[in-house]
């Protein structure tokens, strides 16, 4: 008899996997400014620490919010004794509106649809053991989050199939792309159950267009299966074009003939920034996804004084404005700031406009086009100059050597000291830092246009951020 179930025992968390190497270069030699210097940096984490202190500033501002300070103490026994599965009004209400708010209210959510979750790890989940069979797949377009193998697949026993989507069209996802994945779980007999969309993208930092978009409604209609819409990282999109969510298509009857088939994940951790608080949210426009989320959310039930700190804090509509213009600023100030300089030593990356990482191709440093020479560059990578970057395998990229290196989780210094680290290892490696003709001419357009901007950048003042010591040990963090 087995000692332990399978579920248990399998490796369906992926802990063990070799991209975990990453993590744990990173654990055992942390970069810090000045007690190690040489240290790893960390670059596979997609965190959004850039505005910090404008949400510090909320949080000294407005002490009742936070429940355990005397100004907070007299809600104390209501909050903390047992709670509805159903979340506070005031929270669903709040984190309606603010989902309105980061789609330019555009669209309306009803807060009775709003389903809490572990964050968008739990949102997922749960949706998969609300539409799918142990067995049954939803198609997922590549390169795609890592974390959906566990969060999808461990517990409910349901497969992702890729949906190739290549470099040639920037990695856009098309309908033959799509059909072709279907026809192969067809071959297979596989039951596909719905279609996985994960907008902005993760690692990729672009939007969707809307004609992409309703292409995939139209895809779902017709073969009648669900549209799991991940827009986790909506409020984070810095430069036209705007995001289009799901929901504005949702609301097309001439695309959208049957909403029931349609669910959002949405979470606070990416937004806001907030992953330690676990807010994930399940939108869905079917009731019974709705009752069935509802009860099993029981197994992921976001505190009450989470609840009631970010009701408090969603609500303040002058705080959420100003927080998202300048996480936008903020973000869009530091992706220049890093492609800029990759781009100085001819490395190109893909042109995103959302999320907090950018993905770049190394594919001229690759010794020859396998996933076996991205591997080796990888561990260089991480080895020699104490990157800890994202390889494309991991995001189940179909084309080796591209890379996620994520850039708003430190200081400018700290980016500074990566972009010089990768300075020397392309030089070293290519025995250049010429730029390719192509990258020449953008370059000579960016120097007239930001010529002016220079000076303010450098001497930007370092923002306050939290110390690499004082995080938690990678290896117990979620994979993000
Ligand atoms: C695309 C995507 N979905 C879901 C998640 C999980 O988010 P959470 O921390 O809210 O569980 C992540 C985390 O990085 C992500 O990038």
Partial sequence: MAFLSKIATNNGHGENSSYFDG??????????????????????????????GVIQEWVENNPKASICTPQGSNGFKDISNYQDYHGLPEFRNSVARFMEKVRGNKVKFNPDRIVMSGGATGAHETLAFCLADPGEAFLVPTPYYPGYDRDLRWRTGIQLLPVVCESSNEFMLTREALEDAYEEAQKANIKVKGLILNNPSNPLGTVMDRDTLRDAMSFITEKNIHLICDEIYSGTVFNEPGFISIAEIAEEGAVCKNRDLIHIVYSLSKDLGFPGFRVGIIYSYN??????????????????????????????????????????????????????????????????????????????????????????????????????????????????????????????????????????????????????????????????????????????????????????????????
Avoid at 367 to 381: C, D, N, S
């Fill in 23 to 52: 993590w744990k270069a990173y654990d055992s030699d942390p970069f810090h400014p000045t007690k190690n210097i040489h240290g790893v940096i960390q670059m596979g984490l997609a965190e959004n620490q850039l505005c910090f």
């Fill in 287 to 480: 009731d019974a996804v709705v009752n069935c989320a509802r009860k099993m959310s029981s197994f992921g039930l976001v505190s009450t004084q989470t609840q009631h700190l970010i009701a408090s804090m969603l609500s303040d509509d002058v705080f959420v404005e100003k927080f998202l213009d300048e996480s936008a600023k903020r973000l869009a100030e530091r992706h220049s700031l890093f492609s800029r300089g990759l781009a100085k030593v001819g490395i190109e990356s893909l042109k995103g406009n959302a999320g907090l990482y950018c993905w770049i191709d190394l594919r001229r440093l690759l010794k020859e086009p396998t996933f076996e020479a991205e591997m080796e560059l990888w561990h260089l990578i991480i080895g020699e100059v104490k990157l800890n970057v994202s390889p494309g395998a991991s995001f189940h990229c179909s084309e080796p050597g591209w890379f996620r290196a994520c850039f708003a989780n430190m200081d400018d210094e700290t980016l500074r000291i990566t972009l010089r680290r990768i300075h020397k290892f392309v030089i070293q490696k290519t025995g250049s830092d010429q730029p390719t003709r192509r990258e020449q001419y953008k370059r000579s357009k960016l120097e007239i246009s930001l010529s002016f901007r220079r000076l303010d950048e450098f001497t930007m003042t370092p923002r306050t951020l939290a110390s690499p010591h004082s995080m938690t040990s990678p290896l117990v963090r979620a994979r993000t």
